[in-house]
């Protein structure tokens, strides 16, 4: 159902692909996708077919009105009702999801129907076109946690009737689904647990700290830091976390890998950070702390590393400036 196409925690870049199962991608040029724009950008350019699905209700046909291939095809579809695809599929990319605290906190059960339905959906698709398939998870299965930095054997700290539950749980729930049609029903399947992302595309409103504090920078408006700001979050910069999400579908993991860059930041320093690469005259707000906000969040990337030779590498200040950049913004400190 939920498709949001931005970055975020988990980049944003939403949808579903679907191409050659079994098999490499790099050895598969004509393999047949679907997921968000950006997956679909970087899919498209190694010879594969990509097909989008998306109800638009957390995203929009700009993101995807630069691609020009008869290779891609966009279906308006609610995730949470039934899917047929007439051509071969072979490989699932489940995004499907409202990722944005903004978006979650307004329509909670739609947040919990398309992390249930959407996703048994999503694996019933896969499990008839016999495809891999990849369930974006999220750092949110972690709670605020109290074990740190978060390596995927960590169980987390969640509270389900909190504000964010709706969606932490339905993630969570999502994984045991995945892993139950993994170990009941043989279905070939991967699960990414994605980390705070940011990149183009993002919605400027979409509620989440980098967006929010560009859009407030570009326009010399205060930047909303809420808390004191000592609240932690590692920030992954959307090409880096694209390429390591498709390492992922090519290899033959089924457990959790966590994605993301673990380089720390407090979101003060983040804000700070913003303040130079734009050189804005905005000063620093603070306002009150959501209710749940997690106190600190770091990836332990040691198992992305060892199964799919996968770091990032881009800096956060690289990835500030190459994000100002497609905004068509001066980056005066590049
Ligand atoms: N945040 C902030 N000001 C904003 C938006 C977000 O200080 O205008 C904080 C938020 O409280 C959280 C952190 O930034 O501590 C990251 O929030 P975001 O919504 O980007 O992602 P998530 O909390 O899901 O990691």
């Known amino acids: 159902m939920r498709y949001e196409t931005g970055a975020g925690r988990n980049g944003g870049f939403r949808l579903y692909d679907y191409y050659s199962r079994r098999a490499n991608l790099r050895h598969h040029r004509r393999s047949r996708v679907i997921l968000g724009s950006h997956l679909s950008d970087y899919l498209l350019e190694r010879g594969h077919r990509v097909i989008c699905v998306d109800n638009l209700v957390t995203s929009s046909l700009r993101n995807i009105e630069h691609i020009r291939t008869g290779e891609f095809v966009f279906m308006n579809h609610d995730m949470t009702e039934h899917l047929e695809i007439e051509e071969p599929v072979d490989f699932v990319f489940h ?3 409202l990722a944005s605290p903004v978006d979650y906190l307004r329509m909670p059960l739609h947040s919990l129907k398309v992390g249930s ?33 978060q390596p995927e054997t960590y169980w987390g700290h969640v509270n389900p009737i909190g504000p964010r ?25 991967a699960i990414v647990r994605i980390f705070n992302t940011y990149g183009p595309r993002m919605r400027p409103n979409d509620g989440r700290a980098i967006p929010t504090f560009v859009r407030q920078a570009l326009a010399n408006n205060p930047m909303t ?29 089924h457990l959790p890998v966590n994605i993301g860059n673990p380089d720390e930041r407090t979101l003060l320093e983040l804000a700070e950070a913003i303040k130079r ?40 200040e690289d990835g500030l ?12 400190a590049r």
């Not at 959407?118 to 109290?146: C, I, M, W």
């Open 95 to 97: 995004f499907a999801a």
């Open 165 to 189: 539950g709706v969606y932490d749980e339905a993630k969570r729930y999502a994984e045991a689904l995945t892993m139950a049609y993994h170990s009941q029903q043989g279905i070939d399947t």
């Open 277 to 316: 690469v734009t050189g804005t005259s905005s000063e620093i707000v603070y306002e009150a702390l959501p209710v749940d906000d997690p106190q600190q969040r770091r990836p332990d990337i040691t198992r992305a590393k060892q199964v799919l030779g996968w770091q990032p590498e881009v800096s956060l």
């Open 225 to 253: 830091v809420y808390g004191d700001g000592s609240q932690t979050r590692s920030f992954c910069y959307v090409d880096d976390l694209i390429r390591g999400i498709v390492l992922l579908a090519e290899s033959r993991e």
């Open 321 to 332: 400036g190459r994000l100002l950049s497609a905004l068509g913004a001066a980056s005066p």
């Open 117 to 149: 339905q959407g996703t048994h959906n999503a694996l019933g698709l896969a499990k008839f076109k016999r495809a891999r398939f990849l369930l974006a998870s999220t750092s949110e299965v972690y709670g605020d946690p109290q074990e740190h930095p």
